[in-house]
């Protein structure tokens, strides 16, 4: 089992913020220590955060009756971790979830500082998923019932960088279900689509397949898939898993993944009116709204017993990049498309090439009442009045600024 830092692994990240502040070989038991950059001090001065300390530790947990808590209990109110959180899935499904068990009940996580609204609407910890003991440390003191793992890099900067994949999406995972296994805890924790490959049949692909993807990102989810499966037969760990498809969300921006373009298409075409697309326009793929996500995952998450299997299938609509643009094109009918020629493809369209163009989710719909409400035309139009709200917004905040600059004159 992996129970070390990733601070050494990220250390060439830019993703990383944070550095370990020694090397330091000793055995003793030294506190996992981070370092801070104090913003508000003018000096060159740090904090240091050490998850062993008891005067540095993560923010406090609420306090509760000392009453034990009852199965019962967690199930009306269960205490939930969310790793990953500050991504396009992690913040949107905390905010599912403290709508539904409180605010104090949801503790986010993440390696990055948290935007002021976010930790201002609930628990927000800083937790490294390749840090066991820190883990074990945020489980422990705020009493968690359930962990939902979305800790990973995405399909094509993993492909950039198959160590940094190989450590956060496999190690950080065997973390999460190690803590799982020991303090009895439900995991959750997402595949995708990635994780079936050139082999798999492409139309209506169904849960249980052939699978031998040939990315980094799909390898290591189906590792994940498997090892989940092999705890809860094993020691009887309530693991579950969705095969995600592509995410559309207006909400938050692209984070790495090869259906990205779904997502960046929207705001060139509001923003410049044409889009360069890095995927031929016959590029089918399965695809979701956000709404559709959250609400599938938190039916799958809650769904008060085991279910037959540990991992399914969800999907919504599948299209290509010119479907795509011609529902575009009935709200914005300037809106232009171009498409790489044969000499510059984009190493996605290999990625994409392996995946399904469409998925067989019945088994979903049938165990855990799994339904969309979001197709095609209403996920664009909606898509397009959201980031026409951003665009407008800027532009008044930008407004703003220039006449506060010009009285300031």
């Not at 955060?49 to 008891?54: A, L």
């Not at 930790?119 to 066991?132: E, K, T």
């Not at 249980?208 to 094993?234: A, C, D, Q, V």
Request: proline share 6%; with cysteine; charged share 20%.
């Amino acid at each position: 089992m992996f129970r070390t830092s990733t601070a050494s692994v990220l250390a060439s990240s830019a993703r990383m913020l944070r550095q370990p502040l020694s090397n330091s070989t000793s055995t003793a038991a030294a506190p996992f220590m981070v370092r801070y950059k104090n913003a508000a001090a003018a000096a060159a001065t740090t904090r240091l955060f050490s998850i062993s300390s008891s005067t540095m530790s993560p923010p406090p947990p609420p306090q509760y009756s000392s009453s034990a808590s009852t199965t019962a209990d967690a199930e009306r109110h269960p205490r939930v971790l969310v790793t990953g959180s500050l991504g396009q899935l992690g913040s949107g499904l905390v905010k599912e979830l403290r709508a539904m068990y409180g605010n104090e009940n949801v503790v986010a996580s993440d390696i990055r500082k948290a935007p002021d609204e976010f930790m201002a609407s609930g628990p927000f910890v800083y937790a490294d998923v390749m840090n066991y003991s820190m883990l074990e440390r945020i489980v422990v003191d705020w009493r968690i019932d359930w962990v939902v793992h979305y800790s990973a890099l995405l399909s094509a900067v993993a492909e950039k960088n198959p160590a940094l994949a190989l450590s956060v999406n496999m190690a950080g995972f065997q973390n999460v279900l190690e803590l799982a296994k020991v303090h009895r805890l439900r995991l959750y924790s997402p595949s995708t689509i990635g994780a079936f490959g050139p082999s798999t049949p492409k139309i209506n692909t169904q849960d249980l397949t052939i699978m031998r993807p040939n990315t980094i990102y799909g390898i290591t989810k189906l590792h994940n898939e498997l090892l989940g499966e092999y705890y809860r037969e094993k020691f009887g760990v309530d693991f579950r898993s969705a095969r995600y498809p592509g995410i559309l969300s207006a909400d938050t921006p692209p984070g790495g993944g090869t259906t990205d373009y779904a997502v960046d298409i929207f705001h060139h075409a509001i923003r410049h009116g044409h889009y360069n697309c890095f995927l031929s326009k016959d590029t089918r793929l399965p695809m979701m709204y956000l709404t559709d996500c959250i609400k599938g995952t938190v039916d799958h998450l809650t769904h008060p017993t085991p279910l037959p299997q540990s991992v399914y299938n969800i999907a919504a609509v599948s299209f290509t990049p010119e479907e795509l643009t011609k529902e575009i094109q009935k709200h914005l009918p300037h809106f232009t498309i171009s498409y790489p020629d044969s000499a510059g493809i984009d190493f996605r369209q290999a990625i994409a090439d392996s995946w399904p163009s469409s998925l067989d989710d019945s088994m979903a719909r049938r165990d855990f009442g799994w339904k969309e409400e979001y197709g095609l035309e209403k996920m664009v139009k909606t898509m397009l009045n959201k980031i026409q709200a951003q665009v407008e917004a800027e532009k008044k905040s930008a407004n703003n600024d220039s006449t506060t600059a010009a009285m300031a004159a």
